[in-house]
């Protein structure tokens, strides 16, 4: 059902018209951005309205905070469409900024400025606290509240900011009595608690925070200004009066929310990032960069059309010169053999250890990987379906195929497995970027598998510096197969090649798993030794 509620909104969302700053925005959705944030918040909210109506409450107000620029009020937009996406008007956006005080007021209203200690009419100061009305705001959030139970709302009218007239105008925003969720966005909504403000937080049924780049939103924030008719100079002054200033006011309110976000610093439009609201909190990157679709073959006539000594050819690979080796069959090229069924599933070391880590309830799973062609849409659909997130550098050649050939009267497997395609070097550094961007969401990184053609293996030592950077962490656990531990070492036993791994590169307080194809694996330490046998598998 969750999956069926992502497909959904990720067709839905994948293109969205916004209003910006009073500009027409279309706004671009990946599969992605809907799976790691669109969706869980659209979950938690679904779930605080039943709570509510299971107290006996028709409608919850939910806050969305956050400083100037932040991505606030484009977030609320985009859950207000995701909401009543499965519930048709069920839910409504309120503005904060709808109750600034009207211009003619904040001419006429003197006040301290406090970078300067010089009076100054209040509209200098537009965007700080003093400049709202406060008491208006806090009347109308508890008419929305409707504490009477089982009782529904008469519809509301409530103002909306015009950001062509750079002042409020009322009745805009009616509020009726089938919208059973009204989101509060604004700067002071979530957590705030200086004076009658802390009744605006008080009012919410809950509130996440949206927590920015610095940076990048100063730059969004005197663009914004300067839009508006200002120099560059007035842009920065205005900026450090009261953007700058509520930044620091809303340090303390972060604590007080039930999520907080994080937002890009590219600049995109949507948090990328909840920290939170997910039930399960610790995250985990895997680097699968050389994913496969996995094409597996069951031939019932295999060995015996080995045993008479006639030649074969697998459907798919009929212009393939391929020798097959399946334990004592060997099969050459020269007679169709048809298999009995046909299975396609998703492939790669990574993308295998983001699926354990995923089934273990490790949390939040991010892949990289490259992905390419019609076989790479395959493998991030069925990724999605798995719940996994996916960082993807896209590739203009489809990703490669393994096919595993079964014979099923003696249950032994040969795989045939297709060349990778080179990775353009800036694709490689596109892919780069993305998992040091992506770090700074997860709490441990897996490298697995090797790297595709056009990617060096300087790719992983700067991943791994990235790491050591993020988390001051050197590699925990390691896993080999046993044939490359062996090679890698010069040793002679697995047992005395884990002891030169964990001299040379691991150190004493990590782990090596070393495979063994079908045989058990074996987990050491610097210090023990443990078997572990492989499951059956159906």
Request: hydrophobic letters at 40%.
């Amino acid at each position: 059902a969750r999956y069926e509620l992502l497909k959904q909104m990720a067709a839905e969302l994948h293109e969205v018209d916004l209003q910006a700053d009073g500009i027409g925005v279309k706004l671009a959705l990946s599969p992605e951005e809907v799976y790691s944030t669109v969706l869980p918040l659209v979950e938690w909210i679904r779930e605080t309205r039943r709570e509510a109506r299971r107290d006996g409450r028709h409608r919850v107000l939910i806050g969305v905070g956050g400083g100037g620029g932040s991505g606030k009020t484009t977030l609320a937009k985009i859950l207000r469409e995701a909401l009543n996406l499965l519930e048709p008007g069920c839910c409504e956006v309120l503005g904060m900024d709808a109750y600034h005080l009207p211009n003619d007021v904040l001419d006429a209203k003197m006040v301290q400025d406090p970078n300067s200690s010089e009076t100054v009419p209040l509209r200098r100061l537009k965007g700080t606290p003093p400049s709202f009305d406060v008491g208006a705001l806090v009347a109308d959030l508890q008419r929305l509240a409707n504490p009477e139970a089982g009782a529904k709302a008469e519809t509301v009218a409530l103002p909306e900011y015009d950001r062509n007239l750079h002042d409020p105008v009322a009745g805009r925003v009616l509020v009726g009595p089938d919208v059973e969720v009204v989101l509060v966005e604004g700067l002071f909504v979530v957590g705030y608690n200086d004076g009658m403000w802390s009744q605006v937080s008080g009012s919410l049924d809950s509130g996440v925070m949206v927590r920015g780049h610095q940076p990048t939103i100063k730059a969004r924030m005197l663009t914004r200004q300067t839009n508006q008719g200002k120099s560059l100079a007035e842009a920065e002054s205005h900026y450090e009066r009261v953007d700058g200033a509520n930044v620091r006011r809303l340090e303390e309110c972060y604590s007080h929310a039930a999520a907080v976000l994080e937002f890009p610093r590219d600049g995109g439009f949507l948090p990328v990032a909840v920290e939170n609201v997910r039930p399960r909190e610790a995250s985990v990157m895997v680097l699968g960069l050389n994913p496969a679709l996995q094409k597996t073959m069951w031939l019932p006539e295999l060995s015996k059309a080995a045993s008479n000594d006639t030649s074969v050819v697998l459907d798919g690979y009929k212009d393939v010169e391929t020798v097959l080796h399946t334990g004592k069959v060997s099969v050459l090229k020269g007679k169709v053999c048809r298999a009995s069924k046909v299975a396609f599933s998703v492939g790669g070391k990574g993308q295998g250890a983001a699926r354990a880590a995923g089934s273990c309830a490790m949390g939040t799973v991010v892949l990289a990987q490259f992905l390419g062609g019609d076989s790479g849409r395959f493998l991030e659909e069925k990724l999605l379906e798995l719940g996994l997130c996916q960082v993807t550098a896209q590739v203009p050649a489809a990703t490669r195929t393994a096919t595993t050939v079964i014979c099923e009267a003696s249950g032994t497997a040969t795989e045939l497995v297709d060349p990778s395609a080179t990775i353009d070097a800036e694709v490689a550094e596109e892919m780069l970027a993305k998992v040091k961007s992506a770090m700074q969401h997860v709490k441990a990184v897996a490298i697995s598998g090797t790297c595709p053609p056009g990617v060096t293996t300087e790719f992983y030592a700067e991943v791994a510096q990235a790491v050591w950077v993020a988390f001051h962490a050197v590699a925990r656990c390691g896993t080999i197969n046993c044939d490359e531990l062996l090679e890698l070492t010069g040793a002679s036993n697995a047992d005395e090649a884990a002891k030169r791994c964990f001299e040379e590169y691991l150190g004493a307080s990590a782990w090596l798993a070393v495979t063994d194809g079908a045989s058990a694996a074996t987990m050491y330490s610097s210090t023990t030794k443990q078997l572990l046998p492989i499951p059956p598998l159906e």
